[in-house]
């Protein structure tokens, strides 16, 4: 499966936005949806997600995770509002402990940054000598996709470090359409491909003091990402270092807390995306919080309850010095069955986001299918 | 174990049902700041014909040879009359590998009108006797039009006001019939010349041979057969037409320095421009127009105005040159009408901008050729013309400047 999504890389993105128009686009937040439901806090201690390769250890034996979201937005802006959905298909992995090792591996297949979006426009222009009503709009389909081959090791009983490979691939396909309210003029569509092509790698740790305490941290660097139109080389950006950390807590058997923040440097990509015409991007960081309350000690992975929040900034600005930024709320929760061999986890979740007069709010609904054969 | 996994179906039934609703991406666009790249920009310009590249050319369709022949009654654009020559009836049928005389009872001459002014009441069509040496092909309208004079007058067919098209006739019975006999000697051939009058001046087209309309006549006679137990047969011998034509009292003569189209015999002009780079190399087009000046006003039937057909040339062979059917533009020509005439051609132009080698010349034709009371006269190249050149109006996009990424 992940080598099929290698092989299609529009097929992995993560929920659009209006704030991801410009730039890349809308940053993915690779996680799976055990980790969504409690807004992303437990993300740098997920195996199932691509965050922190050290994670990969928590995967008690070889799994393979699906994860699926369906967006349902409501986007606000100067010209208008709209109630716009789709589905996607953000996360996909697998991997698992190699047996006899203190080692395991793992291959993932990651939304890196979404612009799939359609804006639609309407304007009034003189041909002819007549006014013309004309209908524009400008669609996107694609992004970024990080292909993550890692690996972690377990240090001892209290260390586990991790590094990886991402390869950062994808297309954009985008298209101008210009329609006239004068059937007698021909609409006027053009479209262009771009396309991407970037490696990165990162190294990341867990370390967990006793039973009931551990931290994580995680860099990242991307380098940079070329940028080709049409099979022409027109651009290089350069892609963010990554910075996270993360800790969890059990303060009692039944609850689970965790905290993470992320920070990625965007505004190196700044005067690349300024060069091409673009509005710029800027620095962000993402923090979250969240819990896990297991109502039965005797069977943790039946229907747990997740929740959590996170603020962050989002990098490409619609106006300058305006940076977008979101806020969500999550709940979520799973079941395990066939022996703890399958499992489904959801998540729900509401973003708002804005910047200045544009906002949105957007439900999104998280599925994960875990299977461990 | 059991609720488990009914709890889990349930839980992907539900998600199926979530992942199938059908997305919809469209938000309202705020430009600049949600128009990466910026918005498309239409732009206008007219461009003339290429200077001496355009001509007129005559001779493509004779009279006669089009779908249909004109008759007229002091019409200003032209004064025409219409002349046939039938099949020869001759004078005996063979029965029984033997030839047999035969009577006739009565003769009918069809005539197929296939438009008229439907404003003008009263028409009559008159028909007259030509002589059976008289041959359509190389008539003139000095040479007929004394021929169709009282002595000659076999019949006049009153149309109904209400009857626009179809078949009209006259019928010769009794001593009538002897209008319409056929002298021996004579070849068996009957022509006739056809004349209108109506309250007002007028025209009518009638069928032609050359699209199976032509006139018929049609002689019921009867036929002594003596040796068989039914000793008479009725039978009726219908002739059709061998020739037919229509000539004008002063043919049109298009002014210098202009491009006619129609006429008789017919004319077709042809029209070549040169795209500038800008547009045929990377400009989507979205309306393209032929636009033809008229040099006057367009003569023509009133109710019955003529079809201008605009081809593009496969290949520049002159005169002669290929023309593509298959992406033919029209405009209806406005009878009496000064304003310019603009014909759609935008398929033409994005032809010309995807097959270079496609000349960018089209071909300006009437409909129907040497069939028509209409004859259109555009402005040429010609410095000297009394109206402007032939143009063609663009409205196109140039490549959208997508913003990198």
Redesign the interface.
Known sequence: MVSFCALVPGLASAQ?S?FG????GAPGRMLSAHAVGSAGAFGLFDGESSLNPAALTTLPTLTAAFT?L?DYRH?E???????????RFPQLGIGGPLKGLPLALGISFSNYTSR??????S?E?L??GVAVP?S????SRGGLSDLRFAGAYKLGGAWVVGGSLHLITGS?R?T?A?S?ADA???????S?E?S?AGVGFDVGVVRTFGPNFSLAAVARSDGHVA?D?DSAR??Q?DLPYTFGFGVRWHPRPSVEVATNMIARTWSGANSD?LA????GSENTVQVAVGAELVPDLKHPN?RPIRFGARYGTLPFV??AGDQPTEFGVSVGSG?R??QQR?G?D?GLEHVWRSAGD?SERTFL?T?G?TIRP | ?RR??L??AG??AA?AG??A???????????P?????G??V?F?TVLSAVQGGDESVPGYVSPGQGSALLVSNGLPSTEARAVYRYVARFDSIAVRDTARAYTIDSVMLVLNLVARDTLVNGLKVYLYRLPPEFDPTVATFDGVEPLLNDAALLDSIAVPDSVNSGPIFAMFRGVDTSKVSIPLGTGGVLAIGVKIAAESPTGIRLGSLAFSTGATFNSFVTLDVPDTTTSIVHQTVARGTQSNSFVTQSPFAAPPATLLVGGEPSSRSFVRFDLPPRIKDSA????ATLELLPAGPIPGLATDPAILDVLPVLSDLGPKSPLDEQRISQATLPIGGTDTVRV?V?QMVKLWQSASERPQEVALRLRPEAASFTRAVFGSTDPVSPVGSPRL?V?Y?L???????
Do not use: W
């Open positions: 659009s209006q128009v410009r730039g890349l699926a369906q986007v802006n100067p010209a208008g509002t709209a109630s716009v959905r789709e589905s799939d979006f359609t804006l639609a426009t304007d222009i041909l002819r004309v524009d709009t400008f669609s954009n985008i101008s210009r006239f007698t003029f021909l609409t006027a569509r053009q262009s771009i991407y940028v139109r027109v651009a950006v995306l091409q015409g673009g509005t039946r619609l106006v079941i069955f066939a399958a489904i959801l544009y609904v599925l299918v | 174990m488990s996994v709890c889990a839980v992907v998600a979530m992942l609703c059908q997305e919809n991406l469209t938000s309202p666009g705020q430009c700041e949600l128009c990466p790249g918005t498309p239409v206008d989507s087009v979205v309306k759609d935008t109006h409205t996009l490549a959208f400047p997508f913003e990198n990424p």
